[in-house]
């Protein structure tokens, strides 16, 4: 299994309230995302980065922010949580893109955000 | 833009029967296909992929896939389901390009339910 660690696995917040949700990876892989997943929507990029500081929004990005100050870490935080952000949210990790290894991702174990 | 179709929201199958799950997709240009399996608790972990080559792709646990340039459909299969094979699988889509990062469209998924 790819060495990827979610942190919280759960959490119970409060609207209004910022959360930051943190993955690590031990793959030294440049590529990091964040995920949502919800029923009847499969899943959503949040954010990705592609290195240290670089990083862009994926489909679903407001209200989200996210750093990766350091390879093996990217943080996803919910600036001011709703309700709407309850959700699984999942990292994952991919080595630079290369036909041969054309986007296979390797996911964490997840993170069950509950905003009440 | 890519999209993936999963055509069947749940699939309920004996143990020991075969069983198909169904993918289509659109996209304007050439694509990369993977199907991912996700068990109750757990994250999405590949199940085989689609680069190049052969149409018939066989990954881990049994499973295979089909990919139907002419159809659009990239169908997993596998002869002989066991109770294990229970879980949620996701069809992904990626666009084949080189350089930088390829967007990743997943399907919302389908439920494999095998009955003993």
């Known amino acids: 299994d790819a060495g990827i660690t979610q942190s919280p696995r759960h959490k119970v917040t409060e609207t209004g309230t910022p959360v930051t949700l943190r993955c690590h990876q031990t793959?030294?892989?440049?590529?990091m995302y964040w995920y949502r997943q919800d029923p009847g929507h499969g899943l959503r990029l949040i954010h990705y980065?592609?290195?240290?500081?670089?990083?862009d929004k994926g489909e679903v990005s407001d209200g989200y922010s996210v750093s990766r100050s350091k390879t093996e870490d990217f943080l996803l935080t919910l600036e001011s949580a709703t309700s709407s952000q309850t959700s699984v949210y999942f990292c994952?990790?991919?080595?630079?893109?290369?036909?041969?290894?054309?986007?296979?991702?390797?996911f964490g174990p997840g993170t069950r955000l509950l905003v009440l | 833009a890519q999209s993936v179709t999963q055509l069947d929201s749940q699939v309920p199958v004996f143990e020991e029967a075969p069983v198909e799950l169904r993918c289509n997709y659109s996209s304007s240009v050439s694509v990369y296909l993977f199907w991912y399996v996700q068990y109750p608790n757990q994250g999405l972990q590949l199940l085989l992929k689609y680069l190049s080559g052969s149409t018939l792709v066989k990954g881990i646990n049994g499973f295979e896939a089909e990919f139907n340039k002419s159809q659009t459909s990239f169908h997993l299969r596998k002869p002989s389901v066991h109770i294990s094979d229970t879980a949620e699988y996701f069809c992904?889509?990626?666009?084949?390009?080189?350089?930088?990062?390829?967007?990743?469209?997943f399907g919302i998924g389908t439920k494999l339910q095998v009955i003993p």
């Open positions: 992904a889509v990626s666009d084949r390009r080189s350089g930088g990062y390829q967007k990743v469209t």
């Open positions: 980065s592609y290195g240290v500081k670089d990083t």
């Open positions: 994952a990790i991919s080595e630079s893109p290369g036909l041969a290894l054309q986007e296979t991702q390797y």
């Open positions: 793959e030294n892989h440049r590529y």
